[in-house]
């Protein structure tokens, strides 16, 4: 298996949607653009991995400082627990740097636990936490993720 990350081109977010769902393409989960990041991970040319990550605005008075956030990360269930997604954060994480970014963070839903050792093997925080999502109504299990970049 040789996984290679590439920059996602806007033009590919149609295919990748029939792959990883169409909620990517609902909840503008890609990000492009200035402080944007949005990788896939393909396998011979089959994608089997996303991450997008976008700047995240802090209020005023703190609005100079820069943080990254993973608004998606997905990996196909049959290549789970194969070090793709620690890829695609590593990619993330050394673009980050590269752009000022001061730190990174992501939120992830209770029903991502199996997640959790590869974040704490990554050096992250973690702060289980619930939160309100408007699509569906209903206050979700989760928690959130962060490590100091710079």
Request: aromatic share 14%.
């Amino acid at each position: 298996m040789g996984i290679e990350y590439k920059v996602i081109d806007i033009n590919e977010v149609p295919k990748i949607a029939e792959i990883f769902g169409d909620y990517i393409i609902k909840f503008n989960c890609f990000h492009f653009g200035e402080g944007c990041l949005s990788l896939v991970a393909y396998d011979n040319e089959v994608p089997v991995g996303i991450i997008s990550t976008y700047p995240l605005e802090y209020p005023k008075p703190l609005e100079y400082l820069r943080d990254a956030y993973i608004d998606v990360i997905e990996v196909n269930e049959k290549y789970r627990k194969q070090g793709i997604a620690r890829g695609m954060i590593t990619h993330t994480e050394k673009w980050a740097k590269e752009n000022g970014y001061h730190q990174i963070r992501a939120w992830s839903s209770e029903d991502k636990k199996e997640a959790i050792p590869m974040w704490y093997a990554l050096d992250y925080c973690m702060c289980p936490a619930k939160i309100w999502v408007e699509w569906c109504k209903e206050v979700v299990d989760g928690f959130y993720v962060a490590k100091k970049l710079n």
